[in-house]
Protein backbone atom coordinates (compact mmCIF):
# COMPACT_ATOMS: atom_id res chain seq x y z
CA UNK A 1 0.00 0.00 0.00
CA UNK A 2 1.27 3.40 -0.41
CA UNK A 3 0.63 6.74 0.88
CA UNK A 4 -0.72 10.02 -0.22
CA UNK A 5 1.07 13.02 -0.86
CA UNK A 6 -0.28 14.68 2.03
CA UNK A 7 -0.02 12.23 4.32
CA UNK A 8 3.50 12.05 3.71
CA UNK A 9 3.99 15.71 4.53
CA UNK A 10 1.79 15.12 7.81
CA UNK A 11 4.17 12.35 9.11
CA UNK A 12 5.44 12.97 12.71
CA UNK A 13 8.05 11.69 14.70
CA UNK A 14 4.95 10.32 17.22
CA UNK A 15 3.68 8.53 14.23
CA UNK A 16 6.58 5.70 13.90
CA UNK A 17 6.85 3.29 16.34
CA UNK A 18 10.65 1.31 15.71
CA UNK A 19 9.59 -0.81 18.60
CA UNK A 20 7.05 -2.75 16.53
CA UNK A 21 8.19 -1.71 13.24
CA UNK A 22 5.11 0.23 12.37
CA UNK A 23 4.24 4.01 10.71
CA UNK A 24 0.26 4.96 11.90
CA UNK A 25 -0.70 7.61 8.72
CA UNK A 26 -3.06 9.72 11.10
CA UNK A 27 -2.68 12.95 9.80
CA UNK A 28 -3.13 15.17 6.21
CA UNK A 29 -1.32 17.87 5.17
CA UNK A 30 -3.36 19.86 2.67
CA UNK A 31 -3.14 23.48 1.50
CA UNK A 32 -0.59 24.77 4.14
CA UNK A 33 -2.66 23.32 7.15
CA UNK A 34 -1.57 19.97 9.04
CA UNK A 35 -4.49 18.04 10.70
CA UNK A 36 -6.23 15.26 11.24
CA UNK A 37 -7.80 12.66 9.12
CA UNK A 38 -11.28 12.16 9.71
CA UNK A 39 -12.63 9.94 11.27
CA UNK A 40 -10.36 9.50 13.72
CA UNK A 41 -10.51 5.95 12.93
CA UNK A 42 -9.29 5.94 9.69
CA UNK A 43 -5.71 5.93 10.47
CA UNK A 44 -3.57 3.35 8.95
CA UNK A 45 -0.87 1.49 10.12
CA UNK A 46 2.13 0.58 7.54
CA UNK A 47 4.96 -1.97 8.04
CA UNK A 48 8.48 -0.42 8.32
CA UNK A 49 11.27 -2.65 6.83
CA UNK A 50 13.88 -2.67 9.26
CA UNK A 51 16.46 -1.33 6.69
CA UNK A 52 14.39 1.61 6.63
CA UNK A 53 14.33 1.99 10.31
CA UNK A 54 17.78 2.24 10.33
CA UNK A 55 17.62 5.14 7.68
CA UNK A 56 14.93 7.18 10.25
CA UNK A 57 16.66 6.55 13.07
CA UNK A 58 19.68 8.73 12.88
CA UNK A 59 17.36 11.94 11.60
CA UNK A 60 15.38 11.26 14.84
CA UNK A 61 18.67 11.40 17.33
CA UNK A 62 19.51 14.84 15.46
CA UNK A 63 16.52 16.25 15.49
CA UNK A 64 15.77 15.69 19.31
CA UNK A 65 18.90 18.05 20.75
Same mark, same amino acid.
Given at each position: ?22 ? &?? %?? $??? *?????? #??? @????? &?? %?? $??? *?????? #??? @?????
Amino acid at each position: TGVRAGELLGLRWKNFDFMHMRI &TI %SN $SFS *RCRLGS #RQP @VSSAD &TL %SM $SEE *RSHVLV #RPQ @VHCSR
